[in-house]
């Protein structure tokens, strides 16, 4: 699920020192066990986290795009718990992580905005949580539309929309279609 962050933790974000890096579709970020170096934020395109099982299976933890914050748990971890890859052409401003942590204890503006974007983040992992625990598509489909505000994606992002609701494509197909009768 991607989040709306606020605007000024965006700026003061983009305002820290760092690099940006561009990645092609498909291609890793960085690996699960990784050392922790940086913190991202996606400029344009789209990365997921993804954590993969003993089992072959992969979960994505994450779905970050345009002005979101990528894998922030990590700034206080040594090594990455997951993986990060594009999942379209993508670039990314990479900040060090120290310099992130300094800005945190040093800058109280930015301080707020970060732990207001991570209060966010609680409501939406709860959120996440609560409707992948409905037994239904269209118990999922209700919540997932009441929570952004009545809206589905473009026709063009079921597909996201399926894996997000944790349903394969063509069950939210048919969930969709009934409602149109």
């Known amino acids: ?46 990365a997921e986290l993804v954590r993969h099982q003993e089992s072959g ?16 748990a990590s700034i206080f971890s040594q090594r990455y718990h997951c993986s990060a890859l594009a999942t379209v052409d993508t670039r990314l401003h990479a900040v060090p992580k120290g310099v992130v942590r300094a800005s945190l204890r040093d800058d109280p503006e930015f301080s707020g905005a970060w732990m207001s974007h991570l ?6 992992a709860r959120f996440r949580s609560e409707m992948l ?6 118990g999922r489909l209700d919540a997932w539309t009441a929570w952004h505000d009545g809206r589905l994606p473009d026709r063009g992002r079921w597909r996201l929309l399926a894996a997000e609701l944790g ?13 149109r009768r």
């Open 119 to 124: 209060a966010r983040e609680v409501q939406t």
């Open 57 to 72: 299976e992969a979960i994505v933890l994450q779905r970050a795009g345009a002005d979101t914050v990528l894998a922030e």
């Open 1 to 46: 699920m991607i989040a709306i962050m606020s605007k000024d933790l965006i700026s003061t974000f983009r305002n820290l020192p760092g690099t940006t890096r561009r990645l092609p579709a498909s291609a890793f970020l960085f690996h699960q066990d990784d050392p922790v170096a940086s913190v991202f934020m996606v400029l344009e395109g789209a």
């Open 167 to 179: 349903v394969s494509p063509e069950a939210l197909y048919r969930e969709l279609a009934k409602r």
């Open 133 to 138: 625990s409905l037994p239904t598509v269209a």
